[in-house]
Protein backbone atom coordinates (compact mmCIF):
# COMPACT_ATOMS: atom_id res chain seq x y z
CA UNK A 1 0.00 0.00 0.00
CA UNK A 2 2.85 2.42 0.94
CA UNK A 3 3.95 1.83 -2.62
CA UNK A 4 1.48 2.31 -3.95
CA UNK A 5 0.96 5.78 -2.32
CA UNK A 6 4.44 6.60 -3.00
CA UNK A 7 3.99 6.23 -6.43
CA UNK A 8 0.86 8.51 -6.67
CA UNK A 9 2.52 11.25 -5.01
CA UNK A 10 5.49 10.99 -7.04
CA UNK A 11 3.28 11.13 -10.37
CA UNK A 12 1.30 13.59 -9.25
CA UNK A 13 4.39 15.54 -7.92
CA UNK A 14 5.86 14.95 -12.10
CA UNK A 15 2.90 15.90 -13.85
CA UNK A 16 2.17 19.12 -11.32
CA UNK A 17 5.92 20.30 -12.12
CA UNK A 18 5.13 20.06 -15.88
CA UNK A 19 2.22 22.42 -15.60
CA UNK A 20 2.80 26.36 -15.90
CA UNK A 21 1.67 28.18 -12.71
CA UNK A 22 0.90 31.85 -12.58
CA UNK A 23 3.57 33.64 -10.82
CA UNK A 24 3.19 35.18 -7.61
CA UNK A 25 5.14 38.47 -6.45
CA UNK A 26 8.10 36.28 -5.40
CA UNK A 27 8.46 33.85 -8.35
CA UNK A 28 10.04 35.64 -11.98
CA UNK A 29 8.03 35.12 -15.51
CA UNK A 30 10.16 32.68 -17.91
CA UNK A 31 10.11 33.45 -21.78
CA UNK A 32 8.18 31.08 -24.02
CA UNK A 33 10.64 30.49 -27.02
CA UNK A 34 9.37 32.14 -29.78
CA UNK A 35 9.53 28.59 -31.75
CA UNK A 36 7.02 27.11 -30.12
CA UNK A 37 4.02 30.47 -30.94
CA UNK A 38 2.42 30.09 -34.00
CA UNK A 39 -0.95 31.88 -34.92
CA UNK A 40 -2.05 31.41 -38.10
CA UNK A 41 -4.45 34.01 -37.94
CA UNK A 42 -2.30 36.76 -37.49
CA UNK A 43 -2.58 39.33 -39.65
CA UNK A 44 -0.01 42.04 -40.73
CA UNK A 45 -2.99 44.76 -40.48
CA UNK A 46 -6.51 44.96 -39.46
CA UNK A 47 -9.10 47.52 -38.97
CA UNK A 48 -12.51 47.35 -37.37
CA UNK A 49 -15.44 49.65 -36.73
CA UNK A 50 -16.89 51.12 -33.91
CA UNK A 51 -20.09 51.93 -32.50
CA UNK A 52 -20.17 54.25 -29.81
CA UNK A 53 -22.31 54.18 -26.88
CA UNK A 54 -24.42 57.53 -28.71
CA UNK A 55 -24.51 55.26 -32.14
CA UNK A 56 -22.27 57.12 -34.13
CA UNK A 57 -19.20 55.22 -35.47
CA UNK A 58 -15.15 55.33 -35.34
CA UNK A 59 -12.82 53.28 -37.26
CA UNK A 60 -9.61 51.98 -36.06
CA UNK A 61 -6.60 50.56 -37.86
CA UNK A 62 -3.64 48.38 -36.66
CA UNK A 63 -1.31 49.64 -39.32
CA UNK A 64 1.48 47.36 -38.06
CA UNK A 65 3.43 46.32 -35.73
CA UNK A 66 7.38 45.93 -35.48
CA UNK A 67 10.06 44.98 -33.30
CA UNK A 68 12.42 47.64 -32.46
CA UNK A 69 16.00 47.07 -31.29
CA UNK A 70 15.70 51.10 -29.38
CA UNK A 71 15.72 51.33 -25.87
CA UNK A 72 15.16 54.16 -23.65
CA UNK A 73 18.53 54.74 -22.27
CA UNK A 74 17.01 55.83 -18.68
CA UNK A 75 14.73 52.70 -19.01
CA UNK A 76 16.18 50.28 -15.87
CA UNK A 77 13.50 47.31 -17.02
CA UNK A 78 15.53 45.61 -19.72
CA UNK A 79 12.85 43.98 -21.51
CA UNK A 80 12.64 40.92 -23.82
CA UNK A 81 11.55 42.53 -26.63
CA UNK A 82 10.35 46.57 -27.44
CA UNK A 83 7.59 46.43 -30.43
CA UNK A 84 5.78 49.88 -31.93
CA UNK A 85 2.13 49.24 -32.59
CA UNK A 86 1.57 51.99 -35.47
CA UNK A 87 -1.98 52.88 -35.81
CA UNK A 88 -4.64 55.11 -37.42
CA UNK A 89 -8.01 56.15 -36.15
CA UNK A 90 -11.45 57.61 -38.12
CA UNK A 91 -14.38 59.85 -36.80
CA UNK A 92 -16.68 58.68 -39.12
CA UNK A 93 -19.88 60.03 -37.59
CA UNK A 94 -19.32 61.02 -34.05
CA UNK A 95 -20.55 64.89 -33.16
CA UNK A 96 -18.10 64.72 -30.84
CA UNK A 97 -14.44 65.11 -31.18
CA UNK A 98 -12.40 61.66 -30.53
CA UNK A 99 -9.22 60.52 -29.72
CA UNK A 100 -7.45 57.29 -29.38
CA UNK A 101 -4.69 57.16 -26.83
CA UNK A 102 -2.75 54.46 -24.70
CA UNK A 103 -5.74 54.29 -22.44
CA UNK A 104 -7.87 52.74 -24.88
CA UNK A 105 -5.22 49.65 -25.94
CA UNK A 106 -4.30 45.91 -24.09
CA UNK A 107 -1.56 44.86 -25.67
CA UNK A 108 -0.48 40.74 -25.11
CA UNK A 109 2.36 39.02 -25.82
CA UNK A 110 2.65 36.02 -27.64
CA UNK A 111 2.09 34.21 -24.56
CA UNK A 112 -0.47 36.22 -23.39
CA UNK A 113 1.22 38.39 -21.27
CA UNK A 114 0.25 42.08 -20.89
CA UNK A 115 2.81 43.80 -22.26
CA UNK A 116 3.66 47.67 -20.45
CA UNK A 117 4.12 50.58 -22.39
CA UNK A 118 7.47 51.65 -22.77
CA UNK A 119 8.91 55.28 -23.31
CA UNK A 120 10.27 55.80 -27.21
CA UNK A 121 8.83 58.11 -29.42
CA UNK A 122 9.30 58.60 -33.21
CA UNK A 123 7.25 62.19 -32.94
CA UNK A 124 3.95 60.61 -34.55
CA UNK A 125 1.60 61.40 -31.99
CA UNK A 126 -2.23 60.96 -31.27
CA UNK A 127 -4.84 63.63 -30.92
CA UNK A 128 -8.11 64.75 -31.16
CA UNK A 129 -10.22 64.69 -34.90
CA UNK A 130 -13.23 66.14 -35.41
CA UNK A 131 -16.12 64.08 -37.63
CA UNK A 132 -15.11 63.36 -40.74
CA UNK A 133 -11.14 63.05 -40.66
CA UNK A 134 -9.13 60.73 -39.63
CA UNK A 135 -5.44 60.38 -38.14
CA UNK A 136 -3.49 58.06 -40.57
CA UNK A 137 -0.05 57.27 -38.30
CA UNK A 138 0.11 57.45 -34.30
CA UNK A 139 3.08 55.02 -32.83
CA UNK A 140 2.64 53.79 -28.93
CA UNK A 141 5.45 51.11 -28.04
CA UNK A 142 5.14 48.34 -25.78
CA UNK A 143 7.33 46.26 -23.86
CA UNK A 144 6.73 42.52 -24.23
CA UNK A 145 8.21 39.85 -21.27
CA UNK A 146 7.85 37.14 -23.37
CA UNK A 147 9.65 37.49 -27.05
CA UNK A 148 6.81 36.98 -29.42
CA UNK A 149 5.99 36.52 -33.26
CA UNK A 150 2.33 38.11 -33.04
CA UNK A 151 0.50 40.34 -30.39
CA UNK A 152 -2.76 40.26 -29.65
CA UNK A 153 -4.82 43.62 -29.09
CA UNK A 154 -7.87 44.68 -27.39
CA UNK A 155 -9.14 48.02 -28.15
CA UNK A 156 -11.41 49.32 -25.69
CA UNK A 157 -13.50 52.79 -26.32
CA UNK A 158 -16.79 52.56 -24.82
CA UNK A 159 -15.73 50.39 -21.79
CA UNK A 160 -12.52 51.94 -20.64
CA UNK A 161 -10.52 49.23 -18.85
CA UNK A 162 -13.65 46.83 -17.84
CA UNK A 163 -15.92 44.62 -19.67
CA UNK A 164 -15.19 42.86 -22.94
CA UNK A 165 -13.12 44.42 -25.51
CA UNK A 166 -14.70 46.64 -28.36
CA UNK A 167 -12.31 45.29 -30.79
CA UNK A 168 -9.45 42.32 -30.90
CA UNK A 169 -6.77 42.58 -33.39
CA UNK A 170 -4.14 39.42 -33.69
CA UNK A 171 -1.26 41.09 -35.33
CA UNK A 172 2.01 39.56 -36.49
CA UNK A 173 5.09 41.41 -35.37
CA UNK A 174 7.23 42.68 -38.13
CA UNK A 175 10.96 43.40 -38.08
CA UNK A 176 12.31 46.22 -38.66
CA UNK A 177 12.99 47.71 -42.19
Known amino acids: MKKKVAACVALGLMLTGCTQTTPTATQTQTSTPVASQANTNAKKTDTAEITLKDGSKIKVTINKVTSTEERNDSDTTDPNQVIMLDFGYENVSSSEDIIVD????RVYDGSNVLATSYN????RNYGYIKKGTKLAN?????ALINESTFVTVDFRYNGGTAGDPDATFVIEIQQPE
Open 102 to 105: SSKF
Open 138 to 142: ADLFY
Open 120 to 123: LTTG
